[in-house]
């Protein structure tokens, strides 16, 4: 009974560690890591909703092209928030962010870019322009991801 009682203690030990665990909390002056992510989870907000209505065929004209309005206003959001001073915990952003600024800076342009398409295609209401260019704008995100974002 002991030897089951230790046992049981001692895998009881980390589930109460645990919450003593939580992510690390940007307190720099503005939160500038918290406030890129916190842009980043506003427009996925948006984004995913998009491409499940897109996936299952429940394609929405007027939903969609709401969202992909939202997603146009709300890209600004991040990108000011990532000066020289910001890699810090709980970055998610990789060093190559600060190393190759022109890199990140052209994946930022294409995201604009896709993005502008996506709503022109979300206004014609064309669904057969619509697919490509939310695919674009995924494709967009994942190209800036591999490089720029930790995993």
């Not at 046992?7 to 890591?33: K, M, S, W």
């Not at 979300?122 to 720029?148: G, L, M, T, W």
Request: glycine share 2%.
């Amino acid at each position: 009974m002991h030897k089951i009682a230790r046992t049981a203690l001692l895998a009881l030990i980390p589930a109460l560690l645990l919450p003593a665990c939580g992510e690390v909390e940007d307190t720099r002056p503005g939160q500038p890591v918290k406030t890129r992510q916190d842009a980043f989870k506003e427009m996925l907000r948006v984004f995913e909703p998009m491409g499940l209505m897109l996936r299952e065929k429940r394609y929405e004209e007027d939903r969609f092209l709401r969202m992909a309005t939202v997603l146009v206003e709300k890209r600004e959001l991040p990108w000011a928030h990532f000066g020289p001073d910001t890699n810090y915990p709980p970055t998610k952003a990789t060093a190559k962010v600060w190393e190759e600024p022109a890199r990140f800076e052209e994946e930022r342009k294409r995201f604009f870019t896709t993005t502008d398409e996506l709503l022109a295609a979300a206004q014609s209401k064309d669904i057969k322009r619509i697919e490509p260019a939310y695919q674009a704008v995924y494709d967009s995100c994942k190209s800036c991801h591999n490089p720029f974002k930790a995993r």
